[in-house]
């Protein structure tokens, strides 16, 4: 028999399944815990290595200057991390983020190889454990599709911005009409079998394709960046929509 549901299990998303919000939430932990070690040669050969491109770009558009405070959400393997330390050099500060302790450790792991020796925190998104106004930019790159209440975690984000501050969020987002047809059979077709034979993973890559389509579009995420305090948020499309930047100000 069907049991009523409670208030306290309200159904979201995983892909285009309909789930239970905890379910989401171990799910998505599950994927990346899953491919953690093969995360980074699997992005590099999914997207031939245009997602160097795009972050190369985020980097650019932070223009950050030596001192800079920055937060990294959703840091995973750590490519902006990195970038970004470069830049804020030794009086600037970046806070390596991310929810996932597999891929944090990964990232870490790497960037000591490097060299660099960054602070790391294991967080929720939505609810940040950082003070108000604590930082010049936030970034998160390719994270927030994954999150159950975008919302919230977007309105987390403002509060640890400075007034003035600037949030980029680069996200997977909707392509160009003339790219539809061909981009959905290359997502649905190529990328599952693609991360089978790379990762071992199949399913997680399926659900990458799946999230990317569950996703709001470049306008949804504009207004809902406005809603929770960026008053003014820029939209940069790249490589057709396959990906855009969003750029919010905290004012
Ligand atoms: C596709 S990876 C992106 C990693 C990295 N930013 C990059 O661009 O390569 C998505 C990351 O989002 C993280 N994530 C998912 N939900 C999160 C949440 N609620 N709070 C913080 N991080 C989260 C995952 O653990 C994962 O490391």
Not at 50 to 57: D, E, F, I, Q, T
């Amino acid at each position: 028999m069907a049991h009523a549901r409670t208030d306290a299990m309200t159904d979201t998303h995983f892909g285009f399944q309909s789930v239970d919000e905890a379910e989401k939430a171990q799910r998505v932990r599950g994927v990346f815990t899953s491919v953690a070690s093969r995360y980074d040669v699997m992005n590099d050969l999914m997207s031939i290595g245009l997602h160097r491109a795009w972050k190369a770009y985020t980097v650019a558009v932070a223009n950050l200057r030596e001192g800079d405070r920055v937060l990294d959400i959703a840091g995973g393997t750590g490519d902006l991390a990195r970038a970004f330390a470069r830049k804020v050099g030794a009086n600037g500060l970046v806070l390596h983020t991310d929810i996932n302790e597999a891929m944090l450790r990964q990232g870490r792991d790497r960037l000591l190889d490097e060299g660099l020796l960054l602070p790391t925190l294991i967080c929720d998104a939505e609810s940040l454990p950082l003070p108000d106004a604590s930082f010049d930019l936030v970034s998160v790159a390719f994270g927030l599709r994954n999150m159950t209440h975008k919302e919230q975690a977007l309105a987390e984000m403002a509060r640890v911005l400075r007034p003035g501050g600037r949030l980029l969020v680069l996200e997977f987002s909707k392509v160009a009409a003339p790219l539809a047809r061909a981009y959905d059979w290359y997502s649905f077709n190529v990328l599952p079998r693609l991360g089978q034979w790379v990762a071992g993973d199949g399913d997680s890559y399926r659900y990458l394709a799946e999230s990317i389509r569950m996703h709001p579009d470049q306008a949804a995420l504009k207004a809902m960046m406005k809603t929770v305090g960026f008053g003014h948020v820029d939209v940069h499309n790249l490589t057709g929509g396959v990906v855009a930047l969003h750029v919010g100000v905290h004012c």
